[in-house]
T-cell receptor, first 114, second 116 residues
Framework: AQSVTQLGSHVSVSEGALVLLRCNYS??????LFWYVQYPNQGLQLLLK??????LVKGINGFEAEFKKSETSFHLTKPSAHMSDAAEYFC????????????FGKGTRLHILP | ETGVTQSPTHLIKTRGQQVTLRCSSQ?????VSWYQQALGQGPQFIFQ???????GRGNFPPRFSGLQFPNYSSELNVNALELDDSALYLC???FGTGGMIDYGYTFGSGTRLTVV
């Protein structure tokens, strides 16, 4: 079974500062890992995904995440925060078998301070 | 290509009633997954339909049931509604399942269900 733990239900950063959202995963097999973003009253939008190619994954809107097997982590970063980045971010994991489903973490709400 | 559309966007029901939520999958997708997102929580997997057959179910009681049609659209039915069923219900479509796909889940904007 797979699971993810997101550290910090709320994170606040100043506009222009580094964004770091933490995610640790648990999986008995090499996982697929994802980051999704959810804006108010909307569904989830895929930011990026790790599927066992390069360990540093670049996504949309300037976000990237690094898969670290030794730390079982998949933290999301962005060098410079923008006001439009304020949203809920979800880390998710899946196995690679046909019957595996995407399992989400509880989410981290990112606040951008002017 | 069209995305995933869900209807209705908002719904208020009384405890004990039944509700049907609808999802039109993205063009070319043959798999639909349903998730429940309670306030302040991450989405919880309810079940998935692949080519009109249920392909996995999460920890939800039998009063949560679903259906997928030949055009791959889907319905989520909930009987005997309880107050705790109040949540955002998200539908996601994809082509294929699990390790078979290049992992593109396209999510709809959800249906906000309030049970009073």
């Amino acid at each position: 079974a797979q699971s993810v733990t997101q550290l910090g239900s709320h994170v606040s950063v100043s506009e222009g500062a580094l964004v770091l959202l933490r995610c640790n995963y648990s999986s008995s097999v090499p996982p697929y890992l994802f980051w999704y973003v959810q804006y108010p009253n909307q569904g989830l939008q895929l930011l990026l995904k790790y599927t066992s190619a390069a360990t540093l994954v670049k996504g949309i809107n300037g976000f990237e995440a690094e898969f670290k097997k030794s730390e079982t982590s998949f933290h999301l970063t962005k060098p410079s925060a923008h006001m439009s980045d304020a949203a809920e971010y979800f880390c998710a994991v899946s196995g690679k078998n046909r019957d595996d489903k995407i399992i989400f973490g509880k989410g981290t709400r990112l606040h951008i301070l002017p | 290509e069209t995305g995933v559309t869900q209807s209705p966007t908002h719904l208020i029901k009384t405890r004990g009633q039944q509700v049907t939520l609808r999802c039109s999958s993205q063009s070319g997708h043959n798999t639909v997954s349903w998730y429940q997102q309670a306030l302040g929580q991450g989405p919880q997997f309810i079940f998935q339909y692949y080519r009109e057959e249920e392909n996995g179910r999460g920890n939800f009681p039998p009063r949560f049931s679903g259906l997928q049609f030949p055009n791959y659209s889907s319905e989520l039915n909930v009987n005997a509604l309880e107050l705790d069923d109040s949540a955002l219900y998200l539908c996601a479509s994809s082509f294929g399942t699990g390790g078979m796909i290049d992992y593109g889940y396209t999510f709809g904007s959800g249906t906000r269900l309030t049970v009073v």
